[in-house]
């Protein structure tokens, strides 16, 4: 018995010290990249890098003020295409559609979209936005990453509004309101802040997409609003210093990454702290 | 409610920046040249003349601040693919568009030289102190395997004054398509039936023995890190990190070191055969002081240009670079272009046009 005992003690102990040792790992990692990113790319995140537009190859000075800026624009319109989208299929899934033959069809076609490849989307994209207005274009590229968001969007939400109780439901269909009331007025305020902290990691997830803007939004050596003309990105920008041979360029593909990271984690805690309402996420 | 506020900001701010990138009147309408007219020009293509496009791109645009063009160096296959669906207004290639893509096309297309490259073999042989030479069957056969010490009795003969060590040969090459592999293969398909039977000419190719490095960075570490490994390289990038380059033995039989001048010459031996459309290869050309590794890049345009502005402003650019830009080519080590063929270009220039009307 006593040879039993100690033998589960020891099984136990070993598999909470290995949940352990994965806990500190993940969060070690975390800090290991984020401390990487910002030691190359802290001395480089001056004045410059965010007002100037870049210098000529091999060329000193120059900053990426216009891939912030085109990288924000990008954001914003995957955003206004993802987030409408990505709801409205969620709330389908999950209220309207929920058993039915329709709604396992709509679910099954959401779960292939998340698994097509980023790329594939940019292609998707390019030979029906870029080929026919006959530019590469920020509206292209906020399309591509747009269409990216919707899967991740509506499946969080999903998930989301199935956390919301079935009483808060019959409550308010008991008094009177019309269904389309209660998702409004009930659920959807209910389930605000884990349906907004799922858009957030859907932006974040989209924020470093290179591949789908290679055919979409290209880039854009200048400083350039414009949502028809080809538009400058942080990860497009990364990648293209950081695959140059010049010193000076990789220094300033580490800010662009300091500046991306930086952007990203902002968006997900101001989320957590302005997002009102109760977190069905933990 | 907060949510909604922001969202109207949002669109509200979209809709200024849509607005706004149209007609930009405080810059544009003060200019002195009244018919100047704000474009944005899209090119995109070959990495190998960026760093020159770019600087090209700089000065041009300081002279003619109506004008922006917006360069991105993609490659040349991929250059060449979206300048074909006229996604961008000029595209950018190292290797000259073969007869099925350009009758795939949808206009006329019109190659533009801009300047020349040219390729050197760098090596690692740390015995080794002075400059080995090459001969072009020699290359050849080092590519192929065949030759695999560098102490093989035909390397021995062409360097009688150095003392070649008895190491193995480790072959280097592109693992990426590019222009550089484009023209080192032109001229081994040039010198060498066989190379041009079994291996052949492109971006990539099926290289029979070596390993791959991406970019010229790429095969310049791995050459620097291998000793006893041969590898090649653009000029610009060989001077420019001060690799250790072979003499090569060039059609009339002299051996010559890459340079831009040997570029030139190898340009000038083969102007008198240049073709009309200007697509031509310099590989192996004939002259005593030829470099035979050489070749042209490109600047793809439409002959019928489909808006008048960005066509005009592209044609002044290119007329620009050509005449103007040759003191900033010899800087970054570019061969710029012979006279003979600049008037050829000259020709093409002066050929866009708009409704049957020149653009320039």
């Avoid at chain 1, 190859?57 to 216009?66: F, P």
């Avoid at chain 2, 390993?211 to 090649?232: D, F, L, P």
């Avoid at chain 2, 070191?257 to 031509?280: C, H, K, Q, Y």
């Amino acid at each position: 018995m006593k040879i039993l005992e100690n033998h589960r003690l020891i099984w136990s102990r070993l598999m909470v010290g290995f949940c352990g040792l994965s806990t500190l790992l993940i969060s070690g990692l975390l800090l290991l990249v984020l401390g990487y990113i910002t030691l190359h790319g802290l001395p480089g995140a001056n004045l410059n890098f965010f007002t100037r537009l870049p210098a000529p190859v091999g060329m000193e000075g120059g900053g990426l003020a216009q891939a912030v800026a085109g990288s924000f624009i990008l954001i914003g319109l995957a955003c206004l295409i993802g987030i409408p989208w990505g709801i409205g299929a969620g709330i389908f899934l999950s209220e309207v559609g929920k058993d039915s033959w329709w709604g396992e069809g709509v679910r099954f076609a959401v779960d292939v979209l998340s698994g097509v490849p980023s790329i594939i989307t940019g292609i998707f994209v390019y030979s029906i936005l870029v080929v026919k207005l006959q530019s590469f274009s920020a509206l292209a590229g906020g399309v591509a990453l747009g269409i990216i968001m919707v899967p991740l969007v509506a499946r969080n939400t999903e998930g989301i509004l199935q956390l919301v109780p079935q009483g808060l439901r019959e409550a308010a269909l008991a008094l009177g309101l019309p269904f389309w009331k209660v998702i409004l007025k009930i659920i959807l305020p209910t389930a605000a802040r884990g349906i907004g902290i799922g858009v957030t990691l859907a932006v974040a997830g989209v924020a470093g997409e290179t591949a789908p803007l290679f055919f979409t939004s290209l880039s854009n050596n200048y400083w350039s609003l414009g949502l028809l003309e080809p538009i400058a990105s942080l990860p497009m920008e990364i990648f293209r210093y950081a695959t140059a041979p010049f010193a000076a360029w990789h220094e300033l593909a580490w800010t662009g990454a300091l500046v991306l990271i930086t952007i990203v984690v902002s968006g997900m805690l101001l989320a957590r702290i302005l997002l009102p309402g109760y977190n069905f996420r933990r | 409610m907060r949510i909604r506020g922001l969202l109207v900001v949002f669109i509200l701010f979209l809709l200024w920046t849509a607005g706004g990138c149209g007609g930009q009147p405080g810059r544009g309408g003060g200019d002195d040249a009244p018919e100047a007219k704000k474009v944005l020009i899209n090119g995109a293509g070959a990495s190998f003349p960026n760093p020159l496009y770019s600087r090209w791109i700089a000065e041009y645009c300081k002279l003619n601040k109506n004008v922006r063009i917006n360069y991105q160096s993609i490659g040349s296959g991929a250059g060449i693919q979206q300048f074909s669906q006229k996604v961008i207004d000029f595209g950018g290639t190292d290797a000259p568009m073969p007869d099925d893509q350009l009758a795939r096309a949808p206009g006329e297309v019109l190659h533009i030289p801009t300047v020349m490259g040219a390729v050197a073999v760098t090596y690692n042989i740390p015995e080794v102190k002075g400059k080995i030479k090459l001969s072009p069957d020699v290359l050849a056969d080092i590519y192929q395997g065949r030759i695999a010490k560098w102490n093989d009795r035909r390397l021995e003969e062409l360097n009688t004054e150095v003392k070649l060590p008895d190491r193995s040969i480790l072959v280097v090459h592109r693992s990426d398509g590019s222009g550089t592999t484009n023209i080192f293969t032109d001229y081994l398909s040039s010198v060498s039936p066989e190379w041009r039977q079994k291996v052949g000419q492109g971006t990539a190719v099926d290289w029979p023995v070596g390993v791959g490095g991406k970019g010229n960075e790429g095969v310049s570490r791995q050459v620097q890190a291998t000793e006893g490994s041969i590898g090649y390289v653009e000029l610009a990038y060989a001077l420019l990190n001060r690799l250790p380059f072979a003499l090569l033995k060039n059609s009339s039989g002299q051996f010559v070191e890459p340079s831009v001048e040997g570029t030139i010459f190898a340009a000038a031996g083969a102007a008198s055969n240049m073709p009309d459309d200007l697509r031509v290869s310099i590989v192996n050309a004939p002259g005593h002081k030829a470099y035979p590794i050489a070749g042209y890049t490109y600047i793809l345009v439409y002959k019928e240009q489909g808006d008048p502005d960005k066509g005009r402003e592209l044609a002044r650019f290119l007329w620009w670079a050509i005449h103007e830009g040759d003191q900033m080519a010899n800087d970054l080590h570019y061969a710029p272009l012979p006279g003979e063929v600049q008037k050829k270009v000259e020709e093409k220039l002066k050929s866009i046009h708009f409704k049957g009307k020149s653009l320039l």
